[in-house]
């Protein structure tokens, strides 16, 4: 018990020592992005499963490899909460609020919000390069999944989650989610787990960059040369 409490401390104890006293300060005003977006993701959940509510999400959030690009951009900020119709609605509610709610407290409001629409556009762009390189390709996608929604919040909140366990040190954590996420286009192989793959990938390379930077940067120092010099 000892080597796993230990363990634990290692693996989320940077996260829970910066997420704590925010909370306890100010409870759920700390993390109003999060409120936020678990209220639009249900709303606009409820408002797409009504008659006189589908077509008015479909047109204003529904993004497809199909659709013309300057038309999925545009609708691609709403996309972020719209979530899956045949994918239970209050677990997708419950990941928002986690993920999103610890990430806006580590990172700021805004920067979560651009992560998190950063890796939902990766999935997105994604889509398109898959359907173009065709089914043959590795990186490939069918041609029909060019009339497959994207995924919602989930690109978002697998990214987010990805950035948040390389960031601060929780590394097992950040494996296991890449590791489903990689399971899951291998059992499903469908545009879904594509698209999280995406947005894992483009997570994984803005971490890598800052930290190449500073390991070039104290490379130099020790060398007694500016960064940059040979």
């Not at 020592?17 to 992005?33: I, K």
């Not at 998190?116 to 041609?143: E, F």
């Amino acid at each position: 018990m000892k080597t796993l409490a230990r363990w634990a401390r290692a693996e989320w104890g940077p996260l829970y020592v910066t997420v704590r006293g925010p909370l306890l300060r100010r409870g759920w005003r700390a993390v109003p992005l999060a409120l936020s977006a678990v209220s639009v993701t249900a709303v606009l959940h409820y408002v797409h499963n009504q008659s006189w509510g589908y077509d008015f999400v479909q047109n204003a959030g529904a993004v497809r490899a199909a659709d013309p690009l300057w038309l999925a951009l545009l609708r691609t900020p709403l996309s972020l909460f719209v979530p899956a119709l045949d994918l239970p609605v209050w677990g997708a509610l419950a990941q928002i609020l986690f993920v999103f709610g610890i990430a806006e407290i580590c990172l700021g409001r805004w920067r979560t919000l651009a992560l998190a629409y950063a890796a939902t556009l990766a999935g997105t762009l994604y889509a398109r390069v898959g359907i173009w390189l065709g089914p043959d390709s590795p990186l490939g996608l069918p041609a029909s999944d060019a009339h497959v929604g994207d995924t919602g919040p989930s690109a978002a909140v697998v990214g987010l989650a990805v950035f948040l366990g390389w960031r601060y040190g929780a590394r097992v954590t950040a494996g296991a989610v890449i590791a489903a996420m990689v399971v899951e286009v291998l059992v499903k192989e469908n545009l879904a787990g594509r698209e999280h793959m995406a947005a894992i990938a483009l997570m994984l390379v803005l971490c890598a960059v800052p930290a190449a930077r500073q390991r070039c940067a104290g490379e130099a120092a020790g060398s007694g040369l500016p960064p940059g010099e040979p």
